[in-house]
């Protein structure tokens, strides 16, 4: 089955939030309490990846809905390539910017608790 870039994107978000989670809070020395903070990265990546969807698809609704209304070539245009770097770029920069908050809040939260 074919997955589009913003769903394959935001679901690797999901994946490797938990990976994150436990590298931060291994690296911080929490030993075994690692598990904890891996449980607890599921959830995170989740909602980040459900509420990232709904972002990049809601700022692209109304530009879709557009360009599959007109005829205009020059429209399609100056609609088209804004949504389509919208499209390219927005997932990835929710993604990176999750796996490392992720991470380094890991590593924050193992040294203020241990």
């Known amino acids: 089955m074919a997955v589009n870039h913003a ?3 935001l ?3 999901a994946m490797l939030c938990p990976i994150a989670a436990g590298l931060g809070a291994s690296s911080a020395g929490a030993g075994w309490w690692m598990l904890v903070f ?5 959830p995170v990546g989740f909602a980040v990846a459900y509420a990232g969807r709904r972002l990049v698809y809601s ?12 005829t205009s070539s020059w429209t399609r245009w100056f609609v088209g390539i804004p949504s389509f ?4 770029v927005l997932p990835s920069a929710i993604s990176i910017a999750t ?3 992720t991470l380094l809040g890991a590593i924050w939260l193992t040294r203020y608790l241990f």
């Open 7 to 9: 769903d394959g994107t």
């Open 11 to 13: 679901f690797g978000t």
């Open 38 to 42: 891996v449980a607890a990265g599921v």
């Open 59 to 70: 700022l692209l609704h109304r530009p879709m809905k557009i360009m599959s209304e007109t």
């Open 85 to 88: 770097l919208v499209y390219l």
């Open 99 to 101: 796996v490392l908050g």
